[in-house]
């Protein structure tokens, strides 16, 4: 089984920058596709940004493309969430996804679809004050 513990989150205001992190515990010797979500009060679960699992690919949603960076440390299974601009829009429960190598999420828009991953956090709120 496959344990995901997030970091990172917290209150902030427009204009700032926060990190957060993802590890992917339980499984040695296998690497991941990960990914973030994103699931604001009332509104559906949201892809952020998804890489694959050597982090050569790495795939944004257009709402925080040039402001949100996805990269990996993948000697740790980690994965991070550079979100600089932060905007009160941005005010959502993070929460980080993987599956075991994942290839597939490289293929047109899956790597935007919950279903395409297996293993998921219990995930970090990041509260954005205008």
């Known amino acids: 089984q496959v344990h995901l513990e997030e970091s990172g989150g917290g209150l902030l205001q427009t204009g700032d920058s926060l990190r957060l992190s993802c590890t992917a515990f339980?499984?040695?010797?296998?690497?991941?596709?990960m990914s973030w979500f994103r699931q604001a009060p009332g509104k559906e679960r949201e892809i952020v940004a998804a890489?694959?699992?050597?982090?050569?690919?790495?795939f944004y949603t257009d709402s925080v493309q040039g402001r949100f960076t996805i990269s990996r440390d993948g000697a740790e299974n980690t994965v991070y969430l550079q979100m600089n601009s932060l905007k009160p829009e941005d005010t959502a429960v993070y929460l980080c996804?993987?599956?075991?190598?994942?290839?597939?999420?490289?293929?047109?828009?899956?790597?935007?679809?919950?279903?395409?991953?297996?293993?998921w956090g219990q995930g970090t709120q990041v509260t954005v004050s205008s």
């Open positions: 890489i694959n699992y050597s982090g050569t690919k790495t």
């Open positions: 339980g499984r040695t010797g296998h690497t991941y596709a």
């Open positions: 996804a993987a599956v075991v190598f994942g290839p597939d999420i490289e293929h047109g828009s899956a790597w935007s679809r919950a279903s395409s991953y297996d293993y």
